[in-house]
Structure formats: structure tokens, C-alpha cells
């Protein structure tokens, strides 16, 4: 399995901005569909965006004209933007992705890699 690897959290006040990325840490033929989840401390890991091999995007209610996924496929690199943020969107955030790899002589897909988490904190 490709362990994927998030950037970009930290602290921020309310209604300020981050961007996180997320990229494979072994060198991949490409990234395709990417979800992006966060997990608040007592919660369920709930998904928040997704992007498809084709740009095609989707986001939870919570997250709609707030968030925005996008992707850099010369990178190879899934981005989170996120701006306007509430003390309510703190929480780990964790990459999931499906990507294509090439390996003793083949392409190999690998679907589900996680990452660790990059912790995103909204506070005054």
C-alpha cells in the first residue's frame, strides 16, 4: 500500500485561511480520486471533499463555499483550501486516495491510502 502524506495544518483564528495538501510519498504515475476527511476529538471521521480522476468535486454541507479541492496533476497533489474558517472545523484532517503507480515493470493501482493526519486548530 502507498502511504499518502498530508501538509498545511496548524493554527489559524476564526475566519482565517489554510490550504492543505495531500501527495503520495513514493513517486506515483498518478493521483485519481482523493477524499479528504476530518476527525473532531470524540467524533466520527466525517468526509468533507471529494475530487475525481476528472476534476469532478464534491463537499459536505458543512464545507460548501467555504472549502475548495483542486488538483495538480503535474504535482501529482490534492489541495484543500479552506477559508472562512469556525472553531467548529477543528480536527485532524486525513488524505485518502487511490492512485497508479509504476513497479517492476507494470502499473499497479492501490485504492484507500491514508495519511497520518495534519491537525487543523480555529481558535481566538
Known amino acids: 500500500q502507498v502511504q499518502v502524506v498530508e501538509s498545511g495544518g496548524g493554527l489559524v483564528q476564526p475566519g482565517g485561511s489554510l490550504r492543505l495538501s495531500c501527495a503520495a510519498s513514493i513517486s506515483i504515475f498518478s493521483i485519481n480520486t482523493v477524499n479528504w476527511y476530518r476527525q473532531a476529538a470524540g467524533n466520527q471521521r466525517e468526509l468533507v471533499a471529494t475530487i475525481s480522476s476528472n476534476g469532478a468535486t464534491n463537499y459536505a454541507d458543512s464545507v460548501k463555499g467555504r472549502f475548495t479541492i483542486s488538483r495538480d496533476n503535474a504535482k501529482n497533489t490534492v489541495y484543500l483550501q479552506m477559508d472562512g474558517l469556525k472553531p467548529e472545523d477543528t480536527a485532524v484532517y486525513y488524505c485518502?486516495?487511490?492512485?497508479?503507480?509504476?513497479?517492476?515493470?507494470?502499473?499497479?493501482?492501490?485504492?484507500?491510502?491514508w495519511g497520518r493526519g495534519t491537525q487543523v486548530t480555529v481558535s481566538s
Open positions: 485518502n486516495a487511490d492512485v497508479v503507480y509504476y513497479r517492476d515493470g507494470g502499473y499497479h493501482t492501490s485504492a484507500g491510502n
